[in-house]
């Protein structure tokens, strides 16, 4: 089956009577993966331990284990931390946060804003902490 695009989904979803038919219908579209799948997908395309990116991330080995392991499910600030020790791009953040089912960084929020100009400038998490706790933010961890 072809996968739809998102606009194409919920337009179909919008336009559908019955809702148990359009599940039916589509369930080879919807995203399956789980938090820890998503993370060791993006693990595997970086060239990083997993003891450096504890450290890089702001993280103990066992947390971060946990983790990869899909015994933890970490808060949108934490995927954020794994995001700058894996030096991630927006890209890979906004897709990672938008499939975990956490809000994507948005800039017209100040400190959404600021982690973005982190990630987009390749800051460390440490850099990008200073510079939220001199605008009054609240930092990642």
Excluded: W
Excluded at 15 to 44: G, I, R, W, Y
């Amino acid at each position: 089956m072809k996968k739809k695009n998102t606009d194409g989904l919920q337009q179909e979803l919008m336009d559908s009577p019955d809702l148990t038919q359009f599940l039916s219908q589509n369930q080879e579209q919807f995203v399956n993966k789980n938090m820890a799948e998503l993370l060791n997908h993006l693990f595997e395309k970086k060239n990083i331990s997993k003891a450096a990116l504890a450290k890089q991330s702001g993280m103990s080995e066992i947390y971060l284990h946990q983790i990869f392991a899909g015994r933890r499910n970490p808060s949108r600030n934490r995927l954020l931390c794994l995001c700058y020790g894996l030096d991630a791009s927006v890209e890979e953040t906004q897709e990672l946060l938008k499939r975990c089912g956490k809000a994507q960084l948005y800039p017209k929020l100040k400190r959404d804003a600021i982690i973005y100009y982190g990630l987009l400038h390749k800051l460390d998490l440490f850099e990008i902490n200073d510079k939220l706790f001199d605008e009054n933010e609240e930092t990642l961890f």
